[in-house]
């Protein structure tokens, strides 16, 4: 059973950077494909970056061009590299993962069994 344990979330100003990172209790084929989801206040939990076994990664157009996902195996930790943060990037930030996610849909949650408890991250 993987455990997945977010961490970095912080309150920065509009403009600001932070890089969140996720620690597996160990990189196995249930940690194939990462990927970072986010739930703001009032709002549903949507898909904001993924990276596939095959070390292709997929980001949601709001954060495409300021965020970067990256894996360390070596660690067993994903990363989000967030820049040029924005109030609307206020969220509870979760790490997902699972074994096989299909690339269509990368963005359903129903896609991974294993999921982190968030960290938070507040724009302002």
């Known amino acids: 059973h993987v455990q997945l344990v977010e961490s970095g979330g912080a309150s920065v100003q509009a403009g600001g950077s932070l890089r969140l990172a996720c620690k597996a209790s160990?990189?196995?084929?249930?940690?194939?494909?990462m990927a970072w989801f986010r739930q703001g206040p009032g709002k549903e939990r949507e898909g904001v970056a993924i990276?596939?076994?095959?070390?292709?990664?997929r980001y949601a157009d709001s954060v495409k061009g300021r965020f970067t996902i990256t894996k360390d195996p070596a660690e067993n930790t994903l990363y989000l590299q967030m820049n040029s943060l924005k109030p609307e990037d206020t969220a509870m930030y979760t790490c997902?993962?699972?074994?096989?996610?299909?690339?269509?849909?990368?963005?359903?949650?129903?896609?991974?069994?294993?999921w982190g408890h968030g960290t938070q991250v507040t724009v302002s």
């Open positions: 990276i596939f076994g095959d070390g292709s990664t």
């Open positions: 997902a993962a699972d074994e096989l996610v299909r690339p269509p849909i990368w963005t359903a949650p129903t896609e991974y069994r294993y």
């Open positions: 160990l990189f196995t084929y249930a940690t194939k494909c």
